[in-house]
Nanobody, 121 residues
Framework: QVQLVESGGGLVQAGGSLRLSCAAS???????MGWFRQAPGKERDFVAR????????DYADSVKGRFTISRDNAKNTMYLQMNSLKPDDTAIYYC???????????????WGQGTQVTVSS
């Protein structure tokens, strides 16, 4: 079992930045970690993922060039730096851990409770 706790969400104006953190209860260095988001009335969408070494990352087209995913295995923590935020980025952001490198949320095994990000225009 891995417990995940997200933090860092909040209210920010368009063009601003936020940094999300995802702290794991134990070592996740052998796993893939990812960020997903869910806006009201919409499905949960892939945002970004990173392999255990941190040497490979993948982003949704909608956030590429604005968001940066990273991880610190020594701290069992993953981050999502979000810059140039837009109102369309408003959603609950979830972190997840899995053993398969995929964008498919159903293939991730453990999930955090989510953190709200609201971007005002």
């Amino acid at each position: 079992q891995v417990q995940l706790v997200e933090s860092g969400g909040g209210l920010v104006q368009a063009g601003g930045s936020l940094r999300l953190s995802c702290a794991a209860s134990r070592r996740t260095s052998n796993y893939v970690m990812g960020w997903f988001r869910q806006a009201p009335g919409k499905e949960r969408d892939f945002v970004a993922r990173i392999i255990w070494s941190g040497g490979w990352t993948d982003y949704a087209d909608s956030v590429k060039g604005r968001f940066t995913i990273s991880r610190d295995n020594a701290k069992n923590t993953m981050y999502l730096q979000m810059n140039s935020l837009k109102p369309d980025d408003t959603a609950i952001y979830y972190c997840a851990v899995g053993s398969i490198a995929t964008r498919d949320s159903s293939r991730y095994d453990y999930w955090g409770q989510g953190t709200q990000v609201t971007v005002s225009s």
